[in-house]
């Protein structure tokens, strides 16, 4: 096996644990609907933040809002895990193919990549963390969760783009 293989394995693998990931979270958040409502419910009406928060003029209070922002994220988290798994796919497809081609199969993996940074770093560390301050709530802080997903979604797809030709991973040696 060349190196060259072996890097683009390594790639595919990472770009399928993702997509496990994904569709897993997706599943359970329908499956066990509840448990992760309540999370949103909370973080959006900003009901555990700091007593006298000024910028509860934030707080959304309605329901079908808050399942509305639940559906998106499970919507989100599916789609993340569809891109991913088809992105994988689409690699082991390539994997013995040229460069060029095994670089265009990357497009579907980018997209379910750049979604779920959309989503866990977008969504629940601008969003939810700063504009609801998630941060100031002892119960509802998802913060750190969100950060270390959208760290290892951001390290596999900074990874996914470095170069695999056996010529340049030289260059790491």
Wanted: aromatic share 14%; net charge negative; proline share 1%.
């Amino acid at each position: 096996m060349t190196l060259t293989i072996a890097v683009r394995l390594s790639k595919i693998i990472l770009v399928t644990i993702v997509a496990a990931f994904a569709i897993i979270v997706s599943f359970n958040n329908i499956v066990d609907y509840g448990s992760n409502f309540s999370f949103v419910k909370h973080v959006l009406s900003m009901d555990t933040t700091f007593e006298g928060n000024a910028l509860m003029g934030r707080a959304i209070e309605s329901s079908a809002l808050h399942h509305l922002a639940y559906w998106i994220i499970i919507a989100a988290e599916a789609i993340t895990g569809l891109l991913c798994a088809w992105g994988a796919f689409n690699l082991v497809a390539v994997l013995r193919e040229s460069n060029s081609k095994f670089m265009k199969a990357k497009t579907a993996a980018t997209l379910g990549l750049t979604l779920g940074l959309l989503l866990w770093f977008g969504g629940f560390m601008v969003v939810g963390a700063e504009w609801f301050v998630m941060w100031q709530s002892d119960i509802w802080n998802g913060q750190q969760p969100a950060f270390r997903f959208a760290t290892l979604l951001f390290l596999t797809l900074i990874y996914l783009h470095l170069p695999e030709s056996d010529e340049l991973m030289y260059f790491f040696n």
